[in-house]
């Protein structure tokens, strides 16, 4: 059996007359969209009108929770509690679904955005919120994370869990992302994301930036889209994928095949 993975973006991260990221040409690449919820972006016009290009172009849709920082494009710590969390991603995730429901779909993945994601994956008590609000709106949601206290979280919650491969960011040997503040940590070589996603993909491993190889099933690969020559490279890394026998499709259909499969 080929490979088969998933190409996920973050879309709809505009708000009102604000657009960020080109939406239009990275739905024509991925195959699921993570959807901005109106926390750190998004408004109803613009979820309304991303879920319903989504359901035109067979896209699969994820909410995409933060913490309520509008100005901060979620990326600050609020200093919330475990059960505003869980309040706050029940909210989110409950007006995607409203949107999702009106078109005719619904939210099959959920991916937490910004520094809830980043808190999330070494926050047990965050981690359990996300989980629970998950399990309890729909047991059939996959938690996108990488490995950690989320990832646990969700599979102690019956959760199916799909591991995201961030092919932009250099990973340590324990498979986190080295953090931004440390050098090296973005890549910027379009040649060298190409060659360590399609190793990611293909073969299961990742270069650490200590040059030892890493061992790493991904179900899922983030591609962005809202910086200079970011859709030049999304496009590439889709077809070079398909170039080498790699099948691209929703998240929901990859990990079925690979729950088949196992």
């Known amino acids: 059996m080929n490979p088969i993975i998933d190409l996920v973006a973050d879309l709809g991260e505009g708000f009102g007359a604000y657009t960020i990221g080109d939406d239009s040409e990275l739905l024509e690449i991925v195959s699921s969209a993570n959807i901005a919820c109106g926390f750190h972006a998004g408004d ?6 991303t879920v319903a290009e989504c359901v035109r172009r067979g896209v699969g849709i994820g909410a995409h929770p933060s913490f309520p920082d509008l100005r901060g494009f979620g990326r600050r710590d609020m200093g919330l509690t475990a059960d505003e969390v869980r309040n706050d991603v029940l909210y989110q995730l409950g007006a995607l679904n409203g949107f999702a429901a009106f078109h005719g779909t619904k939210v099959t993945h959920l991916a937490p955005h910004g520094r809830l994601g980043n808190l999330v994956a070494v926050r047990d008590d965050y981690a359990k919120a996300v989980a629970e609000a998950a399990v309890r709106v729909d047991n059939e949601l996959i938690v996108v994370a990488q490995e950690g206290e989320l990832a646990a979280a969700s599979r102690d919650a019956g959760l199916d ?10 990973y340590q040997e324990d498979g986190t992302l080295v953090p931004r503040s440390q050098p090296g940590a973005v890549l910027h070589d379009p040649t060298e994301i190409v060659d360590r996603t399609l190793r990611m993909v293909v073969e299961g491993k990742v270069r650490c930036a200590n040059g030892a190889d890493l061992d790493i099933a991904v179900d899922t690969l983030l591609l962005h889209g809202d910086n200079p020559g970011a859709v030049q490279l999304a496009r590439r890394i889709r077809s070079e994928l398909i170039t080498a026998g790699v099948h691209i499709a929703p998240l929901a259909e990859v990990m079925d095949a690979k729950k088949k499969a196992a």
């Open 161 to 170: 869990v799909a591991i995201v491969g961030i092919v932009d960011r250099a």
């Open 44 to 49: 109803p016009d613009i979820m309304a009108a």
